[in-house]
């Protein structure tokens, strides 16, 4: 409005200055203020006018990086991956590139071999949340990698001092959540997972567990040899509070008589797949791919999947 009235004067002197012109007329001290003051009001007016400009411009590129995430958080992409260590810096360098490459929004990590003092190269490289479960710089360690861009707030973090699996319970759009990163041991140990699954039977939300389970949940189509005696307790156990807790293998539930593999044994040279995503039913229909990257860089492929989680109205009790 003040804008509006001085440019009304400005014009209004204008005019004044053409009659006066015609008539001929003196230049006054009184005229040289009223045109100092004319091109301060101009000056104002265009400095308004080009801020104005400017803070429409900044909310509005507010308005479209808002609408992107929402939009992004709402088609989740999540990866698993046993990465072999990453002690190395150029091993470090490649995961992170490939990690990149796969343009997953929240990164189960397993293998990592890192301590305390490694994490901050992961996170100098990471744009987000860095959760971690080390043991030491030879063995074992879980990350769970959540990128800026998801709007999550954390609620409680359980971490495995033996650095094999890492809990994540959080709020993601209004919706709780457990993430479980997991390596499971290689021994046939039944007990392993019946303390993670126990920790989680006290926790409300959805289930979200991804991993190298070190265990074949179908060896007859899990494992290239078609069979698999050294795990068979921890097998039924596993089997059992997947049952109990209302769980299910994402890819098999969607591939159920078909053969693939996601690790190699260059050991005992055959092929098995023991890594995948294990997540509450109820979150099923809402998953709308689930597949396996190529086998680059470990000896593990990376598992992945979307979720839609604007299809998601409710937490289940």
């Known amino acids: ?11 209004r002197f204008w ?17 040289v203020v009223r045109v100092f003051q004319v091109w301060v009001y101009v000056c104002l007016f265009c400095f308004f006018s080009f801020f104005a400009a400017a803070a429409a411009s900044f909310f509005s590129f507010l308005l479209y990086k808002y609408i992107c995430i929402m939009t992004n958080s709402s088609n989740i992409k999540i990866t698993s991956w046993n990465v072999r260590g990453l002690r190395k810096i150029t091993k470090l360098k490649q995961v992170m590139s490939r990690i990149r490459h796969l343009k997953s929004k929240i990164i189960f990590l397993q293998e990592t071999h890192l301590t305390f003092a490694d994490l901050k ?7 987000g949340q860095v959760i971690h479960a080390c043991y030491n710089n ?3 360690g879980v990350l769970i990698l959540i990128h800026r861009t998801i709007p999550l707030q954390i609620v409680k973090t359980i971490q495995d001092p033996g650095g094999r699996y890492v809990i994540v319970q959080c709020n993601i759009l209004s919706m709780t959540w457990n993430l479980v990163s997991i390596y499971g041991p290689n021994e046939d140990n039944p007990s392993f997972f019946k303390n993670i699954f126990l920790e989680l039977s006290t ?7 991804g ?10 189509i ?21 049952e109990d807790l209302n769980l299910v293998d994402v890819w098999r539930e969607r591939n159920l008589d078909k053969k693939h593999y996601s690790c190699y044994s260059s050991t005992f040279k055959s092929h098995s797949r023991i890594d995948y995503f294990i997540v509450s039913r109820e979150l099923l229909p809402k998953i709308s791919e689930c597949w396996y990257n190529g086998i680059v860089i470990s000896d593990h492929a990376a598992v992945s999947l979307k979720i839609q989680t604007n299809k998601i109205v409710h937490s289940p009790p």
């Open 121 to 127: 190269r992961v996170q100098s490289r990471w744009p």
């Open 203 to 209: 926790m409300n939300g959805f289930f979200l567990l």
């Open 211 to 220: 991993g190298d389970f070190n265990c074949a949940l179908n060896p007859t």
């Open 1 to 11: 409005m003040w804008i509006s009235i001085k440019s009304y004067d400005c014009y």
């Open 15 to 31: 005019r004044e200055m053409k009659e006066r012109r015609v008539q001929g007329f003196t230049l006054l001290w009184e005229d």
């Open 138 to 140: 030879y063995a074992r």
């Open 222 to 242: 899990d494992r290239s040899t078609g069979r698999d005696t050294g795990k068979t307790q921890t097998r039924e156990s596993l089997k059992q509070f997947i």
